[in-house]
């Protein structure tokens, strides 16, 4: 009897052991998650900041500004083909400048030009006034871009050839997004 009594006491300190291990892998998890989170955005940060709005940047070439940051209303005058505004995104006109300096002067591509937003995604240009051109040196080229950009993105940033980077601020969201 004393045998059969001690069994299922001998086994009853290892499953409460497997019960405070279990209670403890859901937090423990959630930590490491939170962890390679916060790890990701610290690693992120080794990118230069964007060139403030009006400030320039270099490019292949020259130097690149954004002359200003437009909200595009609905029913506003570029035409961009069949393609219609998403209720949680709003567009912006981007006046572009780039101003040759070296004697290859500077291919501009609108392809080349997305904006990239904090935690991720880009918008490639939905529209732009010009599509492909060179300039020589000593000139200068002004273009639009219009893109289409969630209501609630943070830090916004015209990214080019070779990485160059000009921050579009947040004076061009609409109802609700962030100042």
């Known amino acids: 009897m004393t045998a059969s009594a001690t069994l299922p006491t001998a086994g009853a300190p290892a499953r409460s052991e497997s019960r405070g291990t279990r209670r403890w892998l859901l937090p423990a998890l ?23 709005l009006g400030a320039v940047a270099p490019v292949p070439g020259g130097l690149a500004r954004v002359n200003g940051v437009l909200p595009e209303d609905a029913g506003g005058g ?3 083909g069949d393609a219609s505004v998403e209720d949680d995104s709003h567009r912006v006109r981007v006046l572009l400048e780039l101003t040759a300096l070296e004697a290859g002067g500077v291919d501009f591509d609108a392809a080349d030009w997305e904006v990239q937003r904090l935690g991720g995604g880009a918008s ?23 893109f289409e950009v969630p209501d609630r993105a943070l830090e916004l940033t015209l990214e080019g050839p070779r990485s160059a980077r000009l921050s579009l601020g947040t ?3 609409r109802g609700g997004g962030p100042r």
């Not at 490639?124 to 219009?146: C, F, I, K, P």
């Open 124 to 146: 490639r240009a939905v529209h732009a006034t010009v599509q492909e051109q060179t300039v020589l040196q000593g000139g200068v080229l002004r273009t639009e871009l219009l």
């Open 30 to 52: 959630f930590l490491l998650a939170v962890l390679g989170v916060l790890g990701g955005a610290v690693l992120g940060q080794g990118e230069e900041p964007g060139a403030p």
């Open 78 to 80: 570029v035409s961009a």
């Open 171 to 173: 004076d061009h969201h």
